[in-house]
């Protein structure tokens, strides 16, 4: 088993900056790789960026020169910083804990969740 608390995330507005964090405790052993989801209303949940635990990251298009994921490998933390949030990156984002095999497979361990909302 793998928890993941998160924290951060609340309003801000449009073309500010949030910061996301991740604590991953438990069998950590299991896993090589985190990243973060998101899901707006009425929309899936869609992958955000991922991290290795070697460093390799990678982004969805929508995020790719706004958002940064890094890890702290000392506290076994994620964290998600978001600059220049735009209106659509309103949603919960959930933190996942995962493999990576050549792409990103995530286990069934989430975070809690934590509203992001970008006002006009």
């Known amino acids: 088993q793998v928890q993941l608390v998160e924290s951060g995330g609340g309003l801000v507005q449009a073309g500010g900056s949030l910061r996301l964090s991740c604590a991953a405790s438990g069998s950590i052993f299991i896993i090589n790789a985190m990243g973060w989801y998101r899901q707006a209303p009425g929309k899936q949940r869609e992958l955000v960026a991922h991290?290795?635990?070697?460093?390799?990251?990678n982004y969805a298009d929508s995020v790719k020169g706004r958002f940064t994921i890094s890890r702290d490998n000392a506290k076994n933390t994620v964290y998600l910083q978001m600059n220049s949030l735009r209106l659509e990156d309103t949603a919960v984002y959930y933190c996942?804990?995962?493999?990576?095999?050549?792409?990103?497979?995530?286990?069934?361990?989430w975070g809690q969740g934590t509203q992001v909302t970008v006002s006009s």
């Open positions: 991290i290795t635990f070697g460093g390799s990251t």
């Open positions: 996942n804990a995962g493999r990576y095999l050549g792409y990103y497979s995530p286990y069934d361990y």
